[in-house]
Nanobody, 123 residues
Framework: QVQLVESGGGLVQPGGSLRLSCAASGSIFSVNAMGWYRQAPGKQRELVAAITSGGSTNYADSVKGRFTISRDNAKNTVYLQMNSLKPEDTAVYYC?????????????????WGQGTQVTVSS
């Protein structure tokens, strides 16, 4: 059983910073792309940033220059450093990972999601 466990959300003032972490655990063979999505009330879930196993990254235009995604392959962990936070960054942030794991004696590839962590930017 593979799990993604997120941490690091919270309440921060505009202009502040937060760092999110997401660790994958279980019968993992390999972790491919990892990413962060967010969903604000009344809006669709959107991609914030993603990173390949080789370290290539892409970002939503709204966070370029403010957010940085990184990963530690040895720990199967992805991070999202969020700086210069704005009220419009308020949302539930979800970790996502493309993982190959052993299930039922077979190697399978699936898309996994974390439980979500609330980020609130407010004065």
């Amino acid at each position: 059983q593979v799990q993604l466990v997120e941490s690091g959300g919270g309440l921060v003032q505009p202009g502040g910073s937060l760092r999110l972490s997401c660790a994958a655990s279980g019968s993992i063979f390999s972790v491919n792309a990892m990413g962060w999505y967010r969903q604000a009330p009344g809006k669709q879930r959107e991609l914030v940033a993603a990173i390949t196993s080789g370290g290539s990254t892409n970002y939503a235009d709204s966070v370029k220059g403010r957010f940085t995604i990184s990963r530690d392959n040895a720990k199967n962990t992805v991070y999202l450093q969020m700086n210069s936070l704005k009220p419009e960054d308020t949302a539930v942030y979800y970790c996502n990972a493309d993982i190959q794991s052993f299930r039922g004696g077979y190697l399978r590839r699936d898309d996994y999601w974390g439980q979500g962590t609330q980020v609130t930017v407010s004065s």
